[in-house]
T-cell receptor
């Protein structure tokens, strides 16, 4: 079936470097995407979202890029800090399934000092 | 403002026991949902509710029941626990079904 997936299950970066976390989606009807951050022992926390009428959206130190042609989503974190170490999930809405959100498996980001 | 509160944080059950996971939110959100999180599988939707008195099944509803008698509360019931239900459970709420969700801290459930 259609699902949200991630290319890289783990990512390790040096403090101060930029991080890029990727997500592939296969539901061409999805028109809303969210990135969540989950720290150890906590629930997921909203980072940034993007609708399909946009291809880029920026927040504080984070940028989400959406490429609808290849069904690809990425989260860029600038000047990665130790506090960014977490698991990052992308989620897409499912317009033909009550519009609920489906989550990918997650990518674990580790920031080395 | 407490946000989404889940209780208990940890629970061990024997196979066949029943229990209720509690979830409460104080943000006046209409939409509430329950997810389970298993290693390598992300979050999967169990049940959700778009308002008091309305519930519906998600991706993995078997073995779970829910009810929504008030806007604030959305308990998840396991009628007869099975080892396959060992997981971390998250409750979430949002203004709408497809908007930013606020998650609770999770309940780690082990069924032996």
């Amino acid at each position: 079936g259609e699902s949200v997936g991630l290319h890289l299950p783990t990512l390790s970066v040096q403090e101060g470097d930029n991080s890029i976390i990727n997500c592939a989606y296969s539901n061409s009807a999805s028109d809303y995407f969210i990135w969540y951050k989950q720290e150890s022992g906590k629930g997921p926390q909203f980072i940034i979202d993007i609708r399909s009428n946009m291809d880029k959206r920026q927040g504080q130190r984070v940028t989400v890029l959406l490429n609808k042609t290849v069904k690809h989503l990425s989260l860029q974190i600038a000047a990665t800090q130790p506090g960014d170490s977490a698991v990052y999930f992308c989620a897409e809405n499912m317009p033909y399934n009550n519009n609920d959100m489906r989550f990918g498996a997650g990518t674990r980001l580790t920031v080395k000092p | 403002n407490a946000g989404v509160t889940q209780t208990p944080k940890f629970q061990v059950l024997k196979t066949g026991q029943s229990m209720t996971l509690q979830c409460a939110q104080d943000m006046n959100h209409e939409y509430m949902s329950w997810y389970r999180q298993d290693p390598g599988m992300g979050l999967r939707l169990i049940h959700y509710s778009v308002g008091a008195g309305i519930t519906d099944q998600g991706e993995v509803p078997n073995g779970y029941n829910v009810s929504r008698s008030t806007t604030e509360d959305f308990p998840l019931r396991l009628l007869s626990a099975a080892p396959s239900q060992t997981s971390v459970y998250f409750c979430a709420s949002s203004y709408s079904i497809s908007l930013e969700a606020f998650f609770g801290q999770g309940t780690r459930l082990t069924v032996v």
